[in-house]
């Protein structure tokens, strides 16, 4: 492993682990958010499956102070909105 000198170019801006919270959140806004599921939680857009996921990426969002990209289900229709009278 090298050592720094003083020829060795500044640290990054960003800490390690703020850097990789910046790379997951630009991940999960790349693949179009998260959404609202059936139960109230967030899920990824592009694995509705994966809850865990979109909760983590909404603590991710707020450690950054970023908003998170909430996106609508593309089956809207098939059940009612969690806050809905009949959700």
């Known amino acids: 492993m090298a050592t720094p000198d003083s020829t060795s ?39 509705s499956d994966w809850i865990d996921l979109g909760e983590a990426y909404v603590q991710a969002c707020a450690a950054l102070g970023r908003d998170i990209l909430l996106a609508q289900r593309p089956w809207a229709d098939d059940f009612p909105a969690p806050d809905s009278p009949t959700g």
Do not use: N, Y
């Open 9 to 47: 170019p500044d640290p990054p801006s960003l800490d390690p682990c703020r850097q990789a919270l910046c790379q997951f959140v630009q991940t999960v806004d790349a693949t179009g958010g998260v959404f609202h599921d059936e139960s109230g939680c967030h899920a990824p857009l592009a694995d």
